[in-house]
């Protein structure tokens, strides 16, 4: 049983974006035919442009990050990387609580919880352990230099390092803007009913 939930875990985290991608419209695909409850248009209400605004920032976070990182070369420290560890799962985490202000709905915040808990940390401790396997020195330094989600003295060297269209289209960074750009269509299309 345990190894069923090992697995079923492990196959989570490899497919996380889908996964996380799907439950979201697969949410807002529910909530359409839940005419009783109607979200937050993000160009009309206050609210919904702040969770607008949250998510574009994600986004904006998330291409930054794939414009400077060249994944399994070399440990990237710079750009985003020298305020955050880990800028693309925190650019992740600001996509889906954009998400959950524009949809208004405190059962989505529950389901992100649940996904962040269980999907996302346990990929963070995975990739850190890996990193540390493949540069122990720089590793260890650069662990000390920054937090896991924010850094505890705050250093802008090396943030404006050379960001990359080439990098960022081969970290495929573009699925994200797909992704968000099909559910907040279809949020504004049910908003018109």
Not at 68 to 87: D, E, M, Q
Request: glycine share 4%; hydrophobic share 50%.
């Amino acid at each position: 049983m345990v190894s069923q939930i090992k697995g079923i875990q492990l196959t989570l985290v490899k497919h996380r974006l889908r996964f996380t991608y799907l439950i979201v419209m697969f949410y807002v695909i529910h909530k359409i035919f839940d005419l009783h409850d109607k979200p937050f248009s993000f160009d009309n209400h206050l609210v919904g442009l702040i969770g607008f605004c949250v998510l574009l920032f994600g986004l904006l976070l998330r291409s930054w990050a794939a414009g400077i990182i060249i994944k399994n070369k070399k440990l990237t420290t710079s750009g985003p990387y020298a305020i955050w560890r880990h800028p693309l799962y925190l650019g992740s985490l600001f996509i889906a609580i954009g998400f959950c202000v524009i949809m208004n709905d405190w059962f989505l915040w529950v389901i992100i919880l649940v996904l962040s808990i269980m999907i996302y940390l346990p990929k963070i401790k995975q990739e850190e352990r890996k990193l540390n396997r493949l540069y122990p020195e720089e590793w260890k330094d650069y662990q000390d230099k920054t937090g896991m989600i924010l850094t505890a003295k705050l250093s802008f060297n090396n943030v404006l390092d050379k960001w990359s269209f080439k990098l960022w289209l081969r970290n495929r960074e573009y699925n994200p803007w797909i992704a968000v750009i099909i559910v907040l269509a279809v949020i504004e299309y049910w908003h018109t009913f």
